[in-house]
């Protein structure tokens, strides 16, 4: 099934470092850099764009020497960013990583103060676009009282990223509001209050989010998979990727193949199984959304994640 989503978020400039040997701190450290596309909100919307589903941008961008390259690519892959609010003075926002030589984070630093040009009124001006869509996806990067308003006016499904623990708390007041919600571990206990370190403390954080009014929690957890849950229904699997090449991306991957198993009106458990395949697509890739997605692809990688473990 093809749905037609706004992604109200981040579009940012990618800069990943990865460490060839241990990284030392305070020191120069061999290795590869990369530069490419990135922001959680795009990336999810590169991902959704490429298993099908028609998707527009909202982003703000800035017209400097990254602004061609971005339109063009976007183009190229089919995602709609007419939408976008570009200005001439402003610069894109860039991300900067530094990962361990197995792929993973070890230091990042975002610089995305032109997100606070997405004000509620900007948001008021795209309010009846937004309202004709299926889903509205938003995620934590967006300003405090932008959040809000689109909680109060807007009509379409609403599903929301944390982002990190720090913006994580942008979402506290429009947690009832949120038809779905993907947390990592840390945000998740930034937004409950709940120490998460077992079975049994995860299921408590999804159970206050439900009592809140979220109807979909899905909690990922590193090394230890990812949890999925509706008030009724709540499941756990372990990771199901073998190799790390770049862990950057995976939760926006994560993100994504929730959203089409629920798009697409799958079981709960179904939906976490697209969320860890999506992970695991963006885990074999080096870059923060895996060129490899595609419907065939990620059928394919389902049939990696296996298991059914109810908590």
């Not at 922001?39 to 400097?64: F, M, T």
């Not at 183009?75 to 900067?96: F, K, P």
Request: glycine residues 8%; proline residues 4%.
């Amino acid at each position: 099934m093809q749905a037609t989503i706004a992604v109200v978020g981040g579009c940012n400039i990618d800069i990943n470092a990865t460490s060839s040997s241990p990284l030392i701190f305070q020191d120069s450290n061999p290795g590869c850099v990369q530069t490419s596309l990135g922001g959680v909100g795009r990336n999810i919307g590169e991902n959704l764009v490429r298993l099908g589903h028609k998707v527009s941008l909202l982003a703000p961008l800035g017209k400097d020497h990254f602004y061609d390259h971005i339109v063009n690519f976007s183009n190229q892959i089919g995602m709609d960013l007419s939408r976008c609010l570009v200005m001439e003075d402003q610069s894109t926002s860039t991300y900067m990583c530094i990962n361990h030589p197995n792929g993973n984070i070890a230091l990042a630093v975002s610089a995305m103060e032109i997100m606070d040009f997405l004000t509620p009124q900007w948001a008021e001006t795209q309010l009846d676009y937004i309202n004709s869509c299926d889903y509205v996806v938003i995620d934590a990067n967006l300003k405090e009282e932008t959040l809000m308003y689109l909680s109060e006016h807007c009509t379409s499904p609403l599903c929301a990223d944390a982002v990190s623990g720090k913006k994580a708390e942008h979402l506290r007041k429009i947690l009832p509001s949120l038809y779905f919600l993907k947390a990592n571990r840390y945000e998740a206990e930034v937004l409950t209050g709940i120490s998460i370190s077992d079975q049994y403390s995860v299921r408590k954080a999804s159970t206050f989010l439900h009592s809140v009014g979220v109807k979909n929690v899905a909690i990922t957890l590193g090394g230890d998979g990812a949890f999925l849950s509706t008030p009724s229904e709540k499941f756990a699997l372990p990771p199901q990727y073998a190799t790390t090449v770049n862990s950057s991306g995976c939760g926006d991957a994560f993100f994504a193949g929730a959203l089409h198993g629920i798009i697409n009106q799958c079981s709960t458990l179904e939906n976490l199984r697209y969320g860890l395949a999506m992970a695991t697509l963006c885990a074999g890739s080096a870059s923060a959304v895996s060129p490899d997605v595609c419907p065939e692809n990620l059928q394919k990688t389902l049939s990696l994640c296996k298991g059914d473990m109810m908590i």
